[in-house]
Structures are given as structure tokens and as C-alpha cells.
């Protein structure tokens, strides 16, 4: 998981990471290596949350996002259960391509893929739109923000000076004004209730309802996930921004269109494909990737995979092997790909790629 070494108190955002499987970073790039994908789905969720990236900002001196500063950050709580979540939004959001096909397997065999939950539809609902991006990442940065413990309070003071009108913070003069490590920057071009930020907080308020009426904070982040048929809190329609105790004008005292400005959820083509032909299509992907030998070892490997998920041809019959490790044999496949099954220079066509390997600090 690299975060990008270059990242300024001032920039729009300081944190910036991304899951970039089996790639080499260069000198520009934080590359942190983990062996769980679990993990790393969990890691690359919070690193770009809200909460995390604004006690990044306060530490901020310069323009190098050094070790020690994400060494000295503070970490969420979070329970066992509590890692599905954010685990399940972050692989729809980070893995959205098929390069990622034989995780999206493992991931549907380890935390199901059944009927209403927000994993059903696997591939078919990558999301690849700004609308769903923004909406899955309002959801995660909510429930993050309710990890690590935060009141309203706590987070309307983070994303304060969020809320001013478009013309206005664009104006050098008026930005001057405002908390030069704030994130008023980000979306400042788009209206207050169609940024990131704010719509965090309407997610967020929504949240905190939920957990209220619960009376417990696991059961509202279940029922925050199962909202609208299992597919979770979705983009309000409109929004008020006073009801959010937000807004400097009179625009804000008036319900604004949200939704219908953000487009479409999907694509064209993810809603032409049923469930089935997504898995099916993930299957054939992971063979491509794998090589017959990788792809027959994942098959060992997800025996047990729920029903839905599974081809339907019958799977080969072959002794189950141990798995290769997340971000190993790797350079073999790929090599595979483009020499007809000519072996790498190890000899055996299994290369070691290794995240940051070469780069660690």
C-alpha cells in the first residue's frame, strides 16, 4: 500500500493512498507491505479518512510525508467484527479493476457474497462512477469517524469552513481568511451539498441516529450497511444544509438537489450484466492473471466458496496446495501472459514482487 511521500498541510488533501498490488514504488511513494488483504483494505480505508489525515496535517512541517509522522498517528479501535465494513466498502472502492479478480474471490469466500449484502453483485458494482465513488467513500469516512470515537462535534470541527459557497472559496482574497490546513479545498469548485465534506456529515449524521436508536455502536453500523435492501446509506436526494447547522447564505436555507447532479450510479454495461456473469467473468479474469498452475491453486484454496460465487462448471480435480502469499508469484503470471508459458529466470516461473521491498524505511 503506497501513500504518497510528497504531501503538504496545505495541499487539498496530505494523505493520499492506494492499494497498487505487485507494483514497484519509486522514491515518490511510502511503500508499506502487508501479507493480509484484509489488512490492507482496513489500512488504505482509514489512511484516507478524514480523521486520520487531519492528525497527519497538524504534524505536517513541510512537504515529505516521512515515516515517523504515519508511525506517530493515531490508530482506530476497531473490533474484529468491525473490520467487515469497512473492509467491504474499501474493496469496492480500491479494487475496482480486474487486475484485482482473484482477491475479489478470496474476499467473497471470506466474508460472503450472499443476497443483500453489499458484496452480492461483486464486480458488477465496482465502484466506477463519481457518484457511487463518492457515496461509498461518505460511508466509509463516517463509520471511520464513529471508530475512532468522534462526537458531531468533533467532526464538524475538522471539516469546518466546508461549507462556504463555490464563488467564495475561490476568491484569494476570502481564502486567506480561513484555517490554512483546512480541507475547504477540496471540491471548492462544485455547490457546499455536493462536496465530499458535507456529505460526510449528512452520512455521518445518519450514523449517529442509527447508533441512538440501536443503543449500540455495532448494531447502528449494521443497520447504517443493511439501509435500502443491504446496499447501505445512499446519497440524499436533497439536502438542507441548515438542518446540518451548515451554510452562509440564503441558498442554504432551501433544500438543494444532490442526486440527480451526480449522475448515474453505474455504468451502462454494469447494469446490462447479471451477478452471475460478473462472477463468472471475475473467474475468467483470475485464470488470466494466475496462469492454469496459480489459478488451480485458488480454486484449491476456495473450496468453500457460497454458492452464487462459484462457476458452474465443476472444479478441477487437483490436491489442494498451499496459497501464495498476497503480493507473491506474481511476476511468473504476468510473464506467462506474454511468452506462451516461458518460465521467468528463477527457473520455476514463480517470481517474488514484493511491494516496497527495495524501498522500505
Known sequence: MPTMNIGSATNSRTVVAAIAKDFPCNHALN????DSLDMLLISVGIFNSWVFDSAVRLRMGGLNLSFFILNEAPAARISGIEESPIIRTSALISLAHKWFSPDWLRLAASLGAER??????????????????????????????????LEW????????????????????????TLDPK??????????????????????FRELKELISSQGDRQKGIEAFYAMNGGEGWMLP???????LGLGHDERSEKAQLVRAKLGERFLPWQSEITPEESWKECHLHARNILGADGYDR?????????????EDTEWPARAAEP???????????????????????????????????????
Request: glycine residues 10%; negative net charge.
Open 116 to 149: 443483500g449484502s453489499i458484496l452480492a453483485d461483486g464486480p458488477r458494482h465496482w465502484a466506477l462512477t463519481t457518484h457511487e465513488r463518492l457515496r461509498l467513500r461518505c460511508m466509509l469516512d463516517a463509520v471511520v469517524a464513529e471508530l475512532y470515537g
Open 323 to 361: 496459497a501464495p502469499s498476497y503480493g507473491v508469484d506474481v511476476l511468473g503470471s504476468q510473464l506467462r501472459l506474454f511468452t506462451s508459458g516461458q518460465k521467468d529466470s528463477s527457473g520455476d516461473g514463480a517470481g517474488d514482487v514484493r511491494l516496497g521491498r527495495n524501498h522500505r524505511r
Open 31 to 34: 511503500a508499506i507491505r502487508m
Open 153 to 176: 462535534d468533533d467532526l464538524s470541527w475538522i471539516l469546518r469552513e466546508c461549507d462556504y459557497p463555490a464563488d467564495r472559496v475561490q476568491d484569494n482574497a476570502f481564502t486567506r
Open 182 to 203: 483546512g480541507f475547504w479545498r477540496v471540491d471548492k469548485n462544485r455547490d457546499p451539498e455536493l462536496r465530499h465534506t458535507v456529505l460526510t456529515m449528512a452520512a
Open 237 to 243: 436526494e436533497t439536502l438542507r444544509l441548515a438542518d
Open 298 to 310: 485458488l480454486v484449491a484454496e476456495l473450496a468453500g466458496m457460497p454458492e452464487g460465487v462459484q
